[in-house]
């Protein structure tokens, strides 16, 4: 296959070709990587139980540093979305990746409650900076046709890191003690380090909107294709502009202001509702009469829903539109999580219920993370997918504090569970609007000039 000295644009060069190794590639180490962040954000819930024990320390005490953590969440995403689309989503991939592997280890020499608080802070910044910015470069290095597919199925990193911090604590804790829990979330990013470093690319799209060198262009579009005969003089353009000034602007300029709302809508209600049902299910259905090993079974069985929709969900969404499919999965969780405190103690039904509730909600939370990705431009994609996230994380620490409230106050479950639907009907309105907004789900750039290389 060759290519003469015509000009290659960009987009349609990886929208009109298979597949390939050097691409999956990208999404298998931007895969791993949320696997390592999934394993580190998720390993304080296993933990806390045996800090607890042996500092002496009431469970409530931990509280602030469980809020510390989603804090450190909330800013690293809001921070570095911004840092990536200035020096690129592969720097801020690696510092990100450093730092979270540098205070998990420093997490496991904690000796006081302080120290482990500022740790896990200072975790969180690494954590919440290396999400939005695996799923910016998985979406830029994906065809169009299978990103929203990629995307979610890269995401699943995440819950299959979650799912291995509870199976290394439960094996690890009773014989070896909490902290190597923690020595082992701190080395295997920094072993993965020297991996990231060698083979992750930078977003070629990134490096077209900010005027890299065309000798680094040309390197990429071989490796996505080295089939192709490139000639030496072949240029490379992408109908995209790069933008200068405060990105966070930008995401409300040029007709996007009313979508960036309202997917900020979507992230602050889904995620308030996935960490509400992922903290409080066990305990509840505990209260409720459930035996403790069959409450974790249950609690585990919502993780599990949310794998199988990431599998599942992405190919509708990219036939489809995520217009269409993340209504039906925002509706169908509402109504799985009302029933769901209607279930009493019957096992089964619980378990159906609560893996329908996971299906929708972790399944919907990864269709909304692929339609940041789609719905802003390459220059301001890190930043758009990391407000969406650290939007989010503010319902993630809303969530939980809102259901240990009401249990408080010795609500019945069937008014918890009721209450918990609403943040999903909300979402559900929001994504609705969206589409009645946008009529198709599309970089909103205006008709920017088109960038040649």
Same mark, same amino acid.
Not at 299 to 304: A, D, E, K, R, V
């Given at each position: 296959?060759?290519?003469?000295?015509?000009?290659?644009?960009?987009?349609?060069? @990886?929208?009109?070709?298979?597949?390939?190794?050097?691409?999956?590639?990208?999404?298998?180490?931007?895969?791993?990587?949320?696997?390592?962040?999934?394993?580190?954000?998720?390993?304080?819930?296993?933990?806390?139980?045996?800090?607890?024990?042996?500092?002496?320390?009431?469970?409530?005490?931990?509280?602030? *540093?469980?809020?510390?953590?989603?804090?450190?969440?909330?800013?690293?995403?809001?921070?570095?979305? *911004?840092?990536?689309?200035?020096?690129?989503?592969?720097?801020?991939?690696?510092?990100?990746?450093?730092?979270?592997?540098?205070?998990?280890?420093?997490?496991?020499?904690?000796?006081? !409650?302080?120290?482990?608080?500022?740790?896990? !802070?200072?975790?969180?910044?690494?954590?919440?900076?290396?999400?939005?910015?695996?799923?910016?470069?998985?979406?830029?290095?994906?065809?169009?046709?299978?990103?929203?597919?990629?995307?979610?199925?890269?995401?699943?990193?995440?819950?299959?890191?979650?799912?291995?911090?509870?199976?290394?604590?439960?094996?690890?804790?009773?014989?070896?003690?909490?902290?190597?829990?923690?020595?082992?979330?701190?080395?295997?990013?920094?072993?993965?380090?020297?991996?990231?470093?060698?083979?992750?690319?930078?977003?070629?799209?990134?490096?077209?909107?900010?005027?890299?060198?065309?000798?680094?262009?040309?390197?990429?579009?071989?490796?996505?294709? #080295?089939?192709?005969?490139?000639?030496?003089?072949?240029?490379?353009?992408?109908?995209?502009?790069?933008?200068?000034?405060?990105?966070?602007?930008?995401?409300?300029?040029?007709?996007?202001?009313?979508?960036?709302?309202?997917?900020?809508?979507?992230?602050?209600?889904?995620?308030?509702?996935?960490?509400?049902?992922?903290?409080?299910? #066990?305990? @509840?259905?505990?209260?409720?009469?459930?035996?403790?090993?069959?409450?974790?079974?249950?609690?585990?069985?919502?993780?599990?829903?949310?794998? *199988?929709?990431?599998? !599942?969900?992405?190919?509708?969404?990219?036939?489809?539109?995520?217009?269409?499919?993340?209504?039906?999965?925002?509706?169908?969780?509402?109504?799985? *999580?009302?029933?769901?405190?209607?279930?009493?103690?019957?096992?089964?039904?619980?378990?159906?219920?609560?893996?329908?509730?996971?299906?929708?909600?972790?399944?919907?939370?990864?269709?909304?993370?692929?339609?940041?990705?789609?719905?802003?431009?390459?220059?301001?994609?890190?930043?758009?997918?990391?407000?969406?996230?650290?939007?989010?994380?503010?319902?993630? @620490?809303?969530?939980?504090?809102?259901?240990?409230? !009401?249990?408080?106050?010795?609500?019945?479950?069937?008014?918890?569970?009721?209450?918990?639907?609403?943040?999903?009907?909300?979402?559900?309105?929001?994504?609705? @609007?969206?589409?009645?907004?946008?009529?198709?789900?599309?970089?909103?750039?205006?008709?920017?000039?088109?960038?040649?290389?």
């Amino acid at each position: 296959m060759a290519a003469d000295g015509a000009v290659i644009d960009i987009p349609s060069f @990886i929208n009109e070709r298979k597949l390939g190794r050097f691409q999956l590639w990208v999404v298998l180490i931007c895969g791993f990587t949320v696997l390592l962040d999934g394993y580190d954000a998720q390993s304080i819930a296993f933990v806390a139980p045996s800090i607890a024990k042996e500092w002496h320390l009431d469970k409530f005490t931990l509280g602030p *540093v469980f809020t510390a953590s989603l804090v450190g969440l909330l800013v690293g995403a809001l921070l570095f979305g *911004v840092v990536a689309d200035k020096i690129g989503r592969r720097k801020v991939i690696l510092i990100c990746t450093a730092i979270f592997g540098v205070f998990t280890l420093l997490t496991a020499t904690s000796d006081n !409650l302080t120290q482990l608080l500022i740790y896990r !802070l200072l975790t969180g910044f690494g954590l919440g900076g290396a999400m939005p910015n695996c799923i910016a470069l998985t979406a830029e290095y994906c065809p169009e046709r299978r990103r929203a597919t990629l995307v979610m199925i890269m995401f699943t990193g995440f819950s299959f890191g979650a799912a291995a911090a509870g199976a290394i604590a439960a094996h690890a804790i009773p014989t070896h003690g909490w902290r190597v829990v923690w020595y082992v979330g701190g080395i295997l990013p920094l072993i993965t380090l020297p991996l990231q470093f060698a083979a992750l690319p930078e977003s070629i799209r990134f490096l077209m909107v900010t005027n890299a060198a065309r000798e680094r262009i040309a390197s990429l579009v071989r490796r996505i294709d #080295p089939r192709l005969a490139l000639a030496a003089d072949a240029r490379f353009t992408i109908g995209e502009t790069n933008i200068t000034g405060v990105p966070v602007a930008h995401l409300f300029r040029n007709a996007r202001g009313a979508g960036t709302v309202l997917l900020w809508i979507i992230f602050f209600m889904n995620l308030l509702d996935l960490f509400f049902l992922q903290n409080w299910i #066990p305990a @509840i259905t505990t209260g409720a009469g459930v035996p403790v090993q069959t409450a974790v079974i249950i609690g585990t069985l919502f993780q599990i829903g949310g794998i *199988v929709a990431s599998f !599942l969900i992405g190919m509708p969404m990219d036939r489809y539109g995520a217009f269409r499919v993340l209504p039906l999965m925002f509706g169908l969780g509402c109504v799985f *999580v009302i029933v769901l405190g209607h279930a009493g103690t019957d096992v089964p039904v619980l378990m159906l219920l609560t893996f329908g509730a996971g299906f929708c909600v972790i399944g919907g939370q990864n269709c909304a993370n692929a339609l940041s990705a789609i719905f802003y431009p390459t220059a301001m994609r890190s930043t758009g997918v990391g407000w969406c996230l650290g939007i989010g994380r503010v319902g993630a @620490i809303v969530g939980p504090l809102v259901a240990a409230f !009401l249990i408080s106050l010795k609500w019945p479950t069937a008014s918890i569970f009721l209450l918990g639907g609403l943040p999903l009907a909300l979402a559900c309105v929001a994504i609705v @609007i969206m589409s009645r907004t946008y009529a198709e789900e599309e970089n909103l750039q205006g008709k920017p000039a088109t960038k040649v290389v």
